[in-house]
């Protein structure tokens, strides 16, 4: 009987802590997520404008006479074979010019026939997104590659403290949760046990 009411007070308690703090925790967890995400997503944007920006810039070249047109293309696939820019992909009509990672040929055959005309597009394969646009003058295609999968990581590394400190505030609520249910059942209990007495006959005790 005793542990009975303990029981029906401190369950509801302890279910309500635990689910507040899961609920926190996702998201807590989630919003992280994003935030990484519109933040690397937004280098990539930025990556792509700068890109477009050195090709102009040789473009101004042969323009000029400087240059001509495939010595310019040259210049900046040297440029950026030797920068070591991560997770750039740039081809043509024809095939891939320079990639820095693995798996480009996926993409090329995904990309290659579209119609892009210096717009930027997004287009995903499992964990990975490509941000890419186009050169028209060239015929090339620029693109940089996102890996979202590691972003989960990243969010429980920089959270790690968050989920102690949750861990452990949950420890605290639930010894308090203990001690409220305890008090809250102890005057029910002394109160079954005054009826249990009168209920077999002995009309001396009060309540």
Known sequence: MRLDIENKILFPFIIL???????LGIVSYWNGYQLLLKNETKNISQNLEETIYYIENIQER????????????????DYYEASRKNNLI????????????????????KIKDEDIKGNKKEK????????????????????????KGIFSYEVLEKQKYMVLVAIISLLFSMQATIFIAHNLSKPIK?????????????????I
Do not use: H, P
């Open 124 to 147: 995903s394969i499992g964990n990975y997104t490509l941000n890419y646009t186009s050169y028209d003058k060239w015929n090339w295609i620029i693109g940089y590659r996102l890996n």
């Open 62 to 77: 042969i323009d000029r006479g400087i240059l001509t047109e495939d010595k310019g293309k040259s210049i900046v696939l």
């Open 17 to 23: 802590l635990m689910l507040s703090i899961i609920i």
């Open 190 to 206: 002394l109160l079954a046990e005054v009826c249990d007495k009168i209920a077999q006959g002995s009309f001396q005790e009060k």
């Open 90 to 109: 740039i081809f043509d009509r024809e095939g891939i010019l320079l990639t820095t990672f693995s798996g480009g040929g996926e993409w090329y055959e």
